[in-house]
């Protein structure tokens, strides 16, 4: 009979296999990072490339990963069958939070209405500006471009790998007839959202009759296209020199600058930048909260219904008598009109674009997005949408990597890492690696469940168990 599970040769025999299977790991890694992390490069003042050794990185690596996959493997090897897998939160919290979703969602528009109050009170008026900006406006442009995505990958089930070209059309629409013609920001940003979503039908007709790898490959060759034209046509788009000076929007016509008619001398303030990104930041939250809003909306009508339909099975799809035609075009289309929008605030946003801004890693960020937050799922777009971005732009606040921390009430410090260390310079290596984690802990996404629009007697919410992979 074999041993039991608490016998000491049983649990020395699991440890050992752990340490193999854990030490194999360190090994990957080490490979890994020795091309990779272990030198660094820089130019010296004579124009020579300088390799700086960097092998305590390697050794931070390879420990992080051998404590990792040892802690993994005795948790796989422990667990008992018909038990879940890592567990971070306890059972039921998904279900407790849907269950209040209508006094969460309250709760958190009340926190994004009142956040430019929050950042001013505790980080003062010269603090707040960063908060503001970097934490606040550019987190929810990819909010509302993942709900705009979700509308295409996660109620229709169509993969699209260019997306960034509707979000490019939107910016370069409202630079250049705003600069060329003089319109207002209130004028080009309905038309910027028209132009791009004409140019969402325009992929969607060649797109009909594909599906899977064939549809992704020829969304992302568009999304290609769109910035290689960017690029080479210069008379158009100025090519790499991009675009600059472009008008900036207006409270109502008044502008947010220092002169007399300025919003600051007009309601008799002191003149502040601060104003300009508050305006920006409820500008941006009220297009994304129009994109939730139209999103909800659209799923309880017949042409949400009929993306679901469409995104669990094409074939049953056309067999109930529904259009997958206009389905398709209709789900391109409103997408690409919200990639429109987005795209007119962050030209108006900036004052500068250029080709640079609109590769395809954007649209390998937003799709990351939707996937990891659960495809379909609002609340799951959001949360990875302030994971992903929030957590790069938190990178640059942890300055005591570099000089080190010293706990309170002691006098015990733990070195840094040394001036030169920069962890934004590791924010793609900490996205892949949590990339892969979400897929290791919830396959299907932050929010593996999801609400039907259409239900029997009473409303109940599918477990992810009931729910194809890939469409959590």
Known sequence: MAA????????????????????FAALVTLGLCIPIIAWGTRQNLENQLVL???????????????????????????KRPGEPGLRLLPHGTIA????YSRLFSLFGLGFLVSFPIIAINLAGWGGALKWIDNFGVQILIYVMLGWGLNIVVGLAGLLDLGYVAFYAVGAYSY????????????????????????????????????RGDYLAIVTLAFGEIIRLVLVNWTDFSGGYAGISGIPRPTFFGIPFTAAD????????????????????????????????????RLRRLPIGRAWEALREDEIACRSL??????????????????GGFAGSFFAARQGFISPESFVFMESAVILAIVVLGGMGSLWGVALAAIVMIGGTELLRELDFLRTGFTFPFTNWHV???????????????????????????????????RQPTAFLKERKAISADLVQEGHG
Request: hydrophobic share 60%; aromatic share 16%; net charge positive.
């Open 4 to 23: 039991d599970i608490s016998t000491p040769a049983r649990r020395q025999a699991d440890m050992m296999a752990a340490l193999k299977d854990a030490a």
């Open 52 to 78: 700086d050794p960097r092998w305590d990185a390697v050794a931070w690596a390879v420990a992080i990963v051998f404590v990792g996959r040892f802690v993994l493997a005795l948790r796989q090897q422990y």
């Open 96 to 99: 407790f939070f849907q269950r």
């Open 175 to 210: 630079a250049l007839l705003a600069k060329n013609f003089g319109l207002s920001f209130w004028i080009l940003l309905p038309m910027a959202g028209i132009l791009a979503a004409f140019w969402g039908v325009l992929l969607g007709f060649p797109v009909l009759r594909l």
């Open 261 to 296: 008619n300025g919003f600051a001398a007009r309601f008799g303030l002191e003149f502040s930048p601060l104003y300009r990104t508050i305006f920006l930041y409820y500008l941006i939250l009220a297009l994304a909260l129009l994109t939730a809003f139209v999103s909800l």
């Open 321 to 338: 008598g529904i259009n997958t035609t206009n389905t398709k075009l209709t789900a391109f289309s409103i997408g690409a009109m919200f």
């Open 415 to 449: 070195g840094g890492l040394g001036n030169d260390f920069d962890p934004t310079k590791y924010r793609m290596l900490i996205f892949g690696f949590a990339m892969v984690a979400i897929m290791i802990w919830k396959p299907r996404g932050l929010i593996s469940t």
